[in-house]
């Protein structure tokens, strides 16, 4: 290779990748051009493509072609060809990459002929990260790639929500011969519902040990497996969700199956998250409330054993005894999440589960429903909540004073960790509380979320407060963000006073109508402008939202 050759492989121009293409990824090359500077005609090639090409009359007839190119002193464009070698008639023409000037002056100026940079070389950790955006689909195909790629797209974290192709819930055979494929260790999530086929022994063993992260067992027949494997499928996993539905139909796993995998969870179980839910749509006529399922089989020094090791519980629709509840009880101080919905208590229970939530919790999240808390001294209560960061209370029995005194004791509260706060079914206490105490407790939350409508001197309080300045970044959830557009009173609001109220939160969501319950949007034209013309001068927003009902009519 000439001193020119070497210079232009030394700089990393196009010289430079050919060699790597040749000597490192084993390509065949061939290129033969006019030097416009020494008017000699240069071959770049590897060996073997060389020793041929100078035995045979090609060359001599390559260097034909481009002496005539050049005596015709035109304007030349570069075209990169693909040739079927059968028939070069069918060469198809791609992209040009530059133009080329032919004088003496000029050299050749060629770019974008090979690629500059080899993915394969990027850090491990941006690999890791832009995997991480994949989904488990994706995945599949990046461990096709090369093997720097798969042993990236192997690590465990990215297949978090990788579950079981559908296909192997329609067929068993399916199921049998994926489980033979080494993508099915990949596994971290099962969703054991929805088999078109009676699970067997057989089938649950190919499961129990692939270190699943998390299992979901619902709607399905697990009448021919075994309580133990199932107890040992559990156990081996970090979270647990059972759901149990109360229907002779769609029921299954059932009451008594469900039961049965629960006392059959071992001591030394990997479980740090367990969900035990019973939905059931049956009044009793004694008692007016959904039938509820019964754990009092299980023993309490069981559940003992079985909640000291969790991080978060949540209990939905069950029947404890007492002695079960203490079981529970004794163990809140160990958790982070707790979920206590429809749990028949008494007023001393009720007392002892907010003593406890109030003096030694640790609590980040906290959901009740069908609790009675309107016996309980405002005090006990707001101690208990405004220590947990996430609060969900639903259908609640307190009272308007007792949601007053427990907001005012959040607004002049310097320690509060409470961030985000739902209350449902509550609309008729909630509403009656002093309207500039619920505005300013609602700004000093991240987040809001109730149901119902406000009445407008709340409406009108509230967005007063958050024009001035709000913790706020949503109003409702950020699952599930209330839209603006639908509070009947919103159109009393001042136009500017809404624009820059809604502009100091992050994100906001209109429905123009759309929504299924309320088909009308209240805001005036006077409103939308401002709203628009304050976001094109300053706003903190950075997401607009609109989820319209009609998109999903058939």
Known sequence: MTNSSLAGCEAGGWLAQAKNLVEQEGTP??????????????????????????ESEAFSELKEILSRTNEKKTKLQFYDDLCDAADAKSCRQLMPVESVKTNQETSLKVQMLLPHHSYDKLPVEILRIIFGYMTPTDLRNILLVSQTWKSVAEEPVLWTGFDLPDVCRRHVQALMMFSNLSLFSKLQHLALSEFFFKLKDEHVELFCDLGLSSIEISNIDLSEVSDQLLGRLVSGCKECVIKVLQDKHWGRPGVNKAISIISEIQDNSNLKSLELI?????????????????????PSDFLTRLFKKLDSLALENLHLSSEQLGSVFDQIVNLSRLSFRGINLDATQTRQLIDILGSTCQLKSLSLSKVDLAEIPVMAITKAIIKVETVDLEDVMIETDQIEELFLEFISSGDSKMKHLSIILMTDNLFEVDAVVFANAVNKLESIYFDGDLPETMIKEMFQVMSLGTNLKTLGTPSNQIAVDTFYHITEVDPQVLATALNNLQSVRFDFGGDQEVNECFLSVAQMQAFFKQLSLKTKVKTILRKDFYDFVV
């Not at 019973?278 to 299980?298: C, F, P, Q, V, W």
């Open 29 to 54: 090359f061939l290129c033969v051009y006019l030097d416009q500077k020494t008017r000699q005609f240069k071959l770049v090639a590897d060996s073997e493509s060389r020793k041929e090409l100078r």
């Open 278 to 298: 019973h939905y059931d749509n049956l009044i009793m006529m004694a008692t007016g409330e959904k039938r509820k399922m019964s754990l009092t089989y299980i």
